[in-house]
């Protein structure tokens, strides 16, 4: 289960909170507070962000892995109904060895109620052997005002391991 709340997005400082939830006994299993701070907003927008309070993940055998991760984001608008972005975050470990670099180059693209994304990844890890780069597609139906069906695919090379996954999830608006 993940839960989302954000402030809202268009103004200058946005706090954005991701907490996800394990199903099986509800445990608490990731958690970022990220404070966005937009540098610019014209036809390209530009905005430094940083988890607030440091996130933290905890793994199935229930150990605690706190981190501070720190990211860039720009976008740009083609026209109403296209965008292209970029997003940097580099992540260092709190209470553990890691430092992790993740580039990503986004196209987006509107059509009524239909929104299709399509990512470009490359993942840099202290905690891989070896660099991990995909590819993901994500495509958005607004069913109605409040509810949003999100389906996602992603597959991603990791040396010679091949990974790929499937999800399905609604979104609700308040």
Known sequence: ??????????????????????????????YMLTARYKIFDKKFKLF??????GGYR?????EYKSRNVHEVRLSHLIN???KLSFLYMHGQGRNFEMSNNFYAFYFQKKLKKITASSQVYALYSS???????GVAQKVSVR???????????????AGEDYISNKTIGLEFFL
Do not use: C, Y
């Open 1 to 30: 289960m993940i839960f989302r709340g954000s402030t809202n997005n268009e103004k200058r400082l946005s706090l954005n909170l991701i907490h996800l939830i394990m199903l099986d006994g509800l445990t608490p299993s990731n």
């Open 48 to 53: 430094i962000g940083t988890e607030f309070l």
């Open 58 to 62: 905890v793994l199935k055998n229930e």
């Open 80 to 82: 109403s109904k296209t």
């Open 127 to 133: 905690l891989l052997n070896e660099p991990m780069a």
């Open 143 to 157: 069913l109605k005002d409040k509810i949003i069906l999100n389906l996602f695919v992603n597959s991603s090379i």
